[in-house]
């Protein structure tokens, strides 16, 4: 049980989400953000909502805020940050151990993920933290389940 705590991940709550702490407060549990979304990426963890980047992307569409009728998800206008997350590719990337992968740069509509070339092995991919929007596109394409959002 305490190890379970201690290898517990921060949830990855919906776009515009509160902190952690507010969020919690606000949130009624009631649901209605995960019906409306499009791409079927809020998933129902421990009574919360969370996203699963595994099902897919986050199109921004604002659906979720918009059902929130908590204010657990806020979103301020057009112009509110959805979240900071980005893009980070894991030591286990296939490339990274020799293997030629390219398929994560595919998806990436804001081409932030750039392969640099190199010698002595196929060309590793880097993530452009300034590019990602952290929409998640990338996750699911990974053969090696190397990408992950933080
Ligand atoms: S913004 Fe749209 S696509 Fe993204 S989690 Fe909310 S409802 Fe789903
Ligand atoms: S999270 Fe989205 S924008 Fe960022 S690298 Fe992945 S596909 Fe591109
Ligand atoms: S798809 Fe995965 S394994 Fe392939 S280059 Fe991208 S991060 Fe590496």
Same mark, same amino acid.
């Given at each position: 049980?305490? =190890?379970?705590?201690?290898?517990?991940? &921060?949830?990855?709550?919906?776009?515009?989400?509160?902190?952690?702490?507010?969020f919690? =407060?606000?949130?009624?549990?009631?649901?209605?953000?995960?019906? +409306?979304?499009?791409?079927?990426?809020?998933? +129902? #963890?421990?009574?919360?909502?969370? +996203?699963?980047? %595994?099902? =897919?992307e986050?199109?921004? !569409?604002? &659906?979720? @805020?918009t059902? !929130?009728? *908590?204010?657990?998800?806020?979103?301020?206008?057009n112009?509110?940050?959805?979240?900071?997350?980005? &893009?980070? #590719?894991?030591?286990n990337?296939? &490339?990274? *151990?020799? #293997?030629?992968?390219?398929?994560?740069?595919?998806?990436?509509?804001?081409?932030?993920?750039?392969?640099?070339?190199r010698?002595?092995?196929?060309?590793?991919?880097? #993530?452009?933290?300034?590019?990602?929007?952290? !929409?998640?596109?990338? +996750?699911?394409? !990974?053969?090696? @389940?190397?990408?992950?959002? %933080?």
């Amino acid at each position: 049980m305490r =190890g379970d705590f201690k290898a517990r991940r &921060a949830p990855q709550r919906p776009p515009w989400a509160l902190t952690e702490e507010a969020f919690l =407060g606000a949130c009624s549990r009631c649901g209605e953000c995960i019906p +409306v979304c499009p791409t079927r990426i809020i998933v +129902v #963890v421990r009574g919360y909502p969370e +996203v699963d980047f %595994k099902r =897919g992307e986050c199109s921004f !569409c604002g &659906a979720c @805020a918009t059902a !929130c009728k *908590h204010g657990a998800l806020l979103r301020a206008g057009n112009e509110s940050t959805p979240w900071t997350i980005r &893009a980070q #590719v894991a030591e286990n990337c296939l &490339a990274r *151990h020799g #293997v030629e992968c390219r398929v994560c740069g595919d998806p990436c509509a804001v081409a932030a993920i750039r392969f640099s070339p190199r010698l002595g092995g196929p060309p590793l991919p880097e #993530v452009d933290a300034g590019s990602c929007t952290g !929409c998640g596109a990338c +996750v699911a394409s !990974c053969p090696a @389940a190397a990408i992950t959002l %933080k």
